[in-house]
């Protein structure tokens, strides 16, 4: 063990604030054209389907009969393109369907791609070869792709430029296929649909080095220092990549088919259904894929936005009593009923009924058998607002409509033993909003080739008042744990997510009973409501709370049309600081460590010596930012007012809307100026390091008069400053601990950070800010205190104290 020195720090942490104040009051005089959360607003507007009419989109098919889907080639200078044979098994085929014959199989004989590869005859001279490498059309990445595209119209540009070239050049050596292949193609030689297929295998040749070698000129160099950072070169084609939108069809050419099958369904007009509401509720799950039924989503999709079936086959039924439905792959369907509509007691939702039996693979499920009832949102435009999602398969265990709950068992029929759909069975048939959608299906009951029941509809009118009501969002408070001196953590449950998506949630609290927002301040001057903007949690820990003091708390949400309160209230008394708590649970709860979107974006942080030194430094600092979430260099992050410490997303993750990922971005960049701004990042303590911090930072004395503002620590007076320590953190304020380790090898070491956030019966938490120790295995967990002295040159705490 090696001695080392240690310093106290007090931080200055000053808010931002939040200013918006809401009260029930205000639902009078809100619309639903309103304010709408600011990561939504690139969402399409209402359809113009209502539950009283709710008629297809479409009356005609796109196409009818055959129609023809060129696919243009493309290869970049470090993918190499299959052969031929394999090209044609991995796009054209879909399982053991062709594509030609999945189209006619799920559109009712109404119309099918012929597809052909543009130049055939002169392959492989009609594989356009792109000018850039394939990283050049995908996102930017400084790690693995720094010569992607940094801004997404940028990126759109590029790929526009890409398919203009590589059409005009696979064209030049078209040749029109003969009339016995059945390829129609129009007046001007053209296919119906033009699609694109690229090789993204990236093979690394030796001759790939001087085309990628100059754009990661001056980097640094890998972890081991045994390899080029271009060596691990491994750009991500992802759904956001303008080389992969929906408007037009492009696809792999290893194993595509099935995202040709999904793409050209979107040709034929037909919108997603699978999203799940992660994206919004930082909650994933599955609304309705897994019954999914061709393009690219429920079996009635080939009615209402494809017109492959007739009205008969989808009728509505609006009355009381025993209907019969046949299985959605009936080919031809004729006259029978393979889907049907009931509208319910709310004029957003209606019930959609369809009928699994005998389905053949890849269409469909196979092996399973029975009815399948799903809830519509008639007024969306977009599969990613509202709750449900668009269509919504009823499962049981889901009774919040979370996309949780068990898909397997969400068919009905003597099969199953689930024979009634009722607002007492799971799941219950009340909608969305919580509210009876009017509707019971009861006896269901399988024959050889359909499915009867019978349908009790109770219509219950909604006034107005009841109606907009029922637009609000709706949640629960589920339970207070944790109770400290100044904090809490709460937990709470979602209910109904509104209409339009609910602005914020979260949780609100007073000293007497029924709280509500306000914006009054306590005597402490902290206001009384916490936010969840970032949605990826249920649950936080509030701070500034007064010791031993009784407290009133709700949960609430809202949205454009107003507030919600939860019908739950719970009463909790803060600890005292007298006699003090004998532990302290983590304070800290966020996904930051060992996050891999945080490690592709931010990993490569380095000083100008061109050494790694990873990120710890500044996710240590989000992770204070994000808990206190308040700025640490308030002057300047008001200037460039762009950043909003409360809406920090404590799990980032790719999923995300690039909109919702924009102030942890922000955050996330401001965190690595500082670090890097004021000596965070480097290999080893600066000669001055404890003055320039201070000054920096702004720091101030250290509330606890009888600790110097900067403190050697040795063995001894490391058990002189426990006390201090616990005193810091029962009263909710992580510690800061950054250490110079013994360098262990040649490749050199940087300054390792760690936060201190509990303690309980002789341990402390540790967090290591990316899950790990840089130079030894130590990851996140309890560990005496002298841990931060092991094999280590020099080390210093800095205590957290969020002044006033």
Request: hydrophobic content about 30%; proline content about 8%; charged content about 20%.
């Amino acid at each position: 063990m090696r001695s080392a020195g240690i310093v106290i720090l007090g931080i200055v942490l000053l808010s931002t604030g939040y200013s918006e104040a809401a009260d029930r009051s205000s639902f009078r005089n809100r619309t639903k054209k309103g304010d709408v959360p600011h990561e939504l607003k690139t969402d399409s507007g209402p359809e113009k389907i209502f539950t009283k009419n709710y008629g297809p989109k479409r009356s005609v098919p796109i196409f009818k009969e055959a129609f023809s889907v060129g696919l243009v080639l493309i290869e970049f200078p470090d993918t190499r393109m299959p052969s031929l044979q394999k090209i044609r098994n991995g796009v054209l085929k879909f399982g053991p369907m062709s594509i030609s014959e999945y189209f006619k199989e799920y559109s009712q004989n109404t119309c099918w791609p012929m597809m052909f590869i543009v130049g055939e005859e002169s392959f492989p001279k009609c594989v356009y070869k792109a000018p850039h490498p394939i990283g050049y059309y995908c996102e930017h990445d400084h790690w693995s792709n720094p010569i992607g595209y940094k801004a997404i119209a940028e990126g759109h540009q590029r790929a526009k430029e890409l398919r203009s070239a590589a059409k005009k050049s696979a064209f030049s050596l078209f040749k029109r296929p003969p009339s016995s292949s059945g390829i129609r193609l129009k007046a001007n030689n053209q296919p119906d649909v033009t699609c694109y297929g690229y090789a993204a295998k990236v093979v690394s040749p030796a001759a790939f080095k001087n085309i990628i070698r100059p754009h990661y000129n001056g980097l640094m160099k890998s972890y081991d220092k045994t390899k080029e950072a271009w060596d691990l070169y491994k750009p991500i084609i992802g759904w956001g990549d303008p080389l992969w939108p929906n408007s037009i069809p492009q696809i792999h050419v290893e194993g595509g088919g099935g995202t040709l099958c999904h793409e050209l369904g979107h040709v034929l007009g037909a919108p997603d259904f699978y999203h799940a509401p992660e994206k919004h509720d930082g909650t994933p799950g599955q609304p309705c894929l897994s019954w999914a039924y061709g393009p690219t989503g429920p079996g009635y999709c080939r009615y209402i936005y494809n017109a492959f079936v007739s009205k008969q086959n989808y009728p509505s039924y609006t009355k009381s009593g025993t209907y019969t439905l046949y299985p959605r792959k009936t080919n031809p369907a004729g006259d029978k009923p393979i889907g049907c509509f009931i509208p319910s007691a709310h004029p957003h939702y209606m019930y959609y009924l369809e009928y699994v039996k005998g389905e053949k693979a890849p269409l469909g499920n196979p092996g399973r058998q029975g009815m399948l009832v799903h809830v519509i949102n008639t007024t969306l435009g977009s599969p990613l607002l509202g709750a449900p999602d668009l269509c919504y398969t009823y499962r049981p265990n889901d009774p919040w409509f979370r996309s949780g709950g068990d898909l397997n068992k969400a068919l009905l029929g003597q099969t199953t033993g689930r024979t009634s759909f009722t607002k007492t069975t799971d799941p219950a048939s009340r909608l969305p909003n919580l509210m009876d959608g009017g509707v019971a299906i009861e006896q269901v009951q399988e024959s050889s080739d359909s499915v009867s029941f019978k349908l009790t509809i109770t219509p219950k009118p909604l006034n107005s008042s009841t109606y907009k009501y029922s637009l609000v969002p709706k949640i629960r408070l589920d339970d207070i744990i944790e109770i400290l001196p100044t904090s809490m953590h709460a937990k709470s449950t979602v209910l109904f997510r509104g209409e339009p998506m609910k602005s914020d949630y979260g949780f609100c609290w007073a000293t007497t009973k029924r709280p509500r927002i306000s914006t009054s301040s306590m005597r402490t001057g902290a206001k009384n409501y916490f936010p969840l903007y970032h949605r990826d949690r249920y649950g936080a820990r509030i701070t500034g709370l007064r010791p031993g003091t009784k407290y009133y708390v709700r949960a609430y949400a809202r949205n454009s049309y107003g507030i919600s309160y939860s019908d739950e209230e719970l009463t909790i008394q803060t600890l005292p600081l007298r006699p003090a708590p004998v532990s302290v649970p983590p304070l800290l709860q966020d996904n930051f460590s060992a996050n891999w979107v945080i490690e592709r974006s931010h990993g490569s942080a380095h000083d100008k010596t061109g050494d790694f030194v990873g990120s710890t430094a500044v996710t240590a600092l989000l992770k204070l930012t994000a808990y206190y979430r308040k700025s640490l260099d308030p002057a300047k992050a008001r200037a460039k007012g762009n950043i909003d410490y409360t809406r920090i997303h404590m799990n980032p993750s790719l999923n995300r809307p690039p909109a919702r990922m924009k102030e942890f971005y922000a955050a996330m960049t401001e965190c690595l100026r500082l670090a890097s701004s004021n000596g965070m990042l480097k290999n080893t303590f600066k000669k001055d390091f404890d003055k320039h911090f201070m000054k920096a930072f702004k720091l101030r004395s250290s509330r606890i008069s009888k600790i110097k503002p900067i403190e050697n620590l040795s063995e001894a007076s490391l058990e002189k400053l426990k006390p201090y320590i616990k005193e810091s953190l029962i009263n909710s304020n992580p510690i800061l601990a950054v250490q110079d380790s013994v360098q262990l090898s040649p490749r050199g070491h940087g300054l390792s950070w760690v936060i201190i956030d509990g303690f309980k019966e002789g341990e402390f938490h540790l967090v290591y800010p990316r899950n790990k120790d840089r130079d030894f295995k130590r990851r996140t967990g309890w560990y005496p205190l002298k841990t931060l002295l092991i094999d280590v040159e020099e080390a210093k705490l800095i205590f957290v104290n969020p002044l006033a």
